[in-house]
């Protein structure tokens, strides 16, 4: 089978690639367990300056790279050399804390002396997502191979130049072959990789759907899993708000990016006695964004990744207002090739229209009228999607009150949610569970062992 790559700007073929044989699967899963059994017992300085220097290759070729990023899914060109910064600097993060993120830790108890290590299990298989090509999987595998595992890459088929580009970075770092590969294989292979005894445990970036089916599947063989999917995030404006700003990040956080992000903010819960200037503000704000040529640098807003994509959010915004919701800007495709699609804002969504009840993929947002805090709350959580929520108010100590009453995994006061490589990340309910990032992050692929020493004889 082939998979092609396809610039959604342009919507020509960028490059053909060959799916993976049987026997070109089982040569590189047979490696990555050869290799595991040599880079476990590297010592963590060793394995952090490995790290270090996969960053620093990040960094000498991020041109190539962002153009490969831009060229393959759309995002523009500033974005994607933004993308190929942070994947370096979790790099960096890893290489100068992760060794005391792994380091025994001594506990008091009945035994002369107790402990806690921390381990690597194996072959960790990483299925990633499109929307964020290098950032994402650098976020899954770096605190995995720090922590003396080996990982192998199933990316989406639409950036396999990006999956490949991947796979040179650590080769050209100076990693130990099998430490870290990229498997060239369709959706549909995917569950003969997860069967295999070799492989030990699944990290999973993308859509609820998908986490539901490769969670089943890992959970029948008793593997562990560590998934982050979708997200609905609520952004909450308070009517003491600074409305100003707070525009300035909501526009921002929904559509960059295309708005393709799982922790973009969706759902706009902005109450009464503020929402006519919030929406007039919005509305300005989104029409100033400058659609086009994802490789011009004054472009803001670039297509979506794949025809199939701008279908469905079209067909979300048709179903939203055939229900009752008032287009206040956007809701169509620009006259032009490529899958572009008008940054859109909605006005009038209630909670069973689909802008509201399901995850909307692109540049789409659904402002909702609420009449105080306590609907915005309850709003906030009225919705399968628990990864991120954002709060705009000037009392901040009111806010850290009301941020424990959302159901999410990180919640954003006077600011957007975004992922960092000192704090935890990843959802509740359906965004997933387990944790990335951080040292919760590494240690979700290690053995957490109990070591237990008795008090021996007396000499």
Not at 337 to 361: C, D, I, Q
């Amino acid at each position: 089978m082939t998979m092609n790559s396809i610039n959604p700007a342009t919507e020509e073929l960028i490059a053909t690639h060959e799916s993976m044989t049987a026997g070109q699967v089982e040569d590189v899963l047979a490696e990555s367990r050869h290799a595991f059994l040599g880079w476990r017992e590297q010592s963590t300085e060793a394995r952090a300056a490995l790290i270090r220097q996969a960053g620093e290759q990040l960094r000498a070729n991020r041109d190539r790279y962002a153009l490969l990023v831009t060229s393959e899914m759309g995002k523009p060109i500033t974005e994607a050399e933004a993308e190929i910064e942070k994947s370096a600097t979790n790099c960096d993060f890893y290489a100068d804390n992760g060794a005391r993120f792994l380091a025994d830790q001594s506990i008091e108890s009945p035994a002369h002396e107790s402990y806690v290590a921390f381990e690597p299990l194996g072959v960790v298989l990483a299925i990633m997502p499109w929307n964020y090509p290098f950032w994402q999987v650098f976020r899954c595998a770096i605190p995995a191979l720090m922590a003396g595992n080996t990982v192998v890459l199933k990316h989406a088929s639409n950036v396999t130049g990006c999956a490949l580009a991947i796979e040179e970075v650590f080769k050209a770092a100076g990693f130990p072959n099998g430490v870290f590969r990229t498997l060239v294989l369709e959706s549909k292979d995917v569950d003969q990789v997860i069967e295999d005894p070799r492989v030990v445990a699944v990290a999973l970036t993308g859509s609820d759907t998908a986490g539901s089916k490769v969670a089943a599947k890992a959970g029948a063989l008793l593997k562990k899993t560590v998934l982050e999917l979708g997200g609905s995030d609520p952004f909450i404006v308070l009517e003491d708000a600074d409305v100003d700003g707070a525009v300035g990040y909501a526009v921002r956080s929904r559509f960059q990016n295309a708005g393709q992000s799982c922790i973009s903010a969706k759902r706009f819960l902005v109450v009464e006695t503020v929402a006519d200037r919030f929406e007039r503000l919005f509305k300005q704000a989104a029409e100033a964004i400058l659609l086009g040529d994802p490789t011009d640098r004054n472009t803001k807003m670039g297509p979506l990744a794949r025809a199939d994509l701008r279908e469905s959010l079209e067909q979300q915004c048709a179903a939203t207002v055939e229900q009752g919701a008032k287009v206040v800007t956007g809701g169509e495709r620009p006259n032009r090739k490529g899958y572009f699609y008008a940054p859109t804002l909605l006005s009038g969504v209630t909670p069973e229209m689909p802008a509201f009840r399901e995850e909307t993929f692109g540049p789409l947002a659904a402002m909702i009228r609420v009449k105080d805090v306590d609907e915005a709350i309850s709003l906030a959580n009225d919705s399968p999607y628990g990864l991120g929520g954002n709060i705009w108010t000037r009392d901040v100590a009111q806010a850290k009150e009301l941020a424990r009453r959302i159901e999410s995994g990180t919640v954003s006061i006077n600011g957007m949610v975004a992922s960092h490589p000192r704090l935890p990340f990843g959802g509740v309910k359906r965004s997933g569970y387990g944790r990335e990032l951080s040292s919760f992050g590494i240690r979700e692929f290690t053995n957490v062992q109990t070591i237990w020493i008795e008090q021996g004889p007396a000499a």
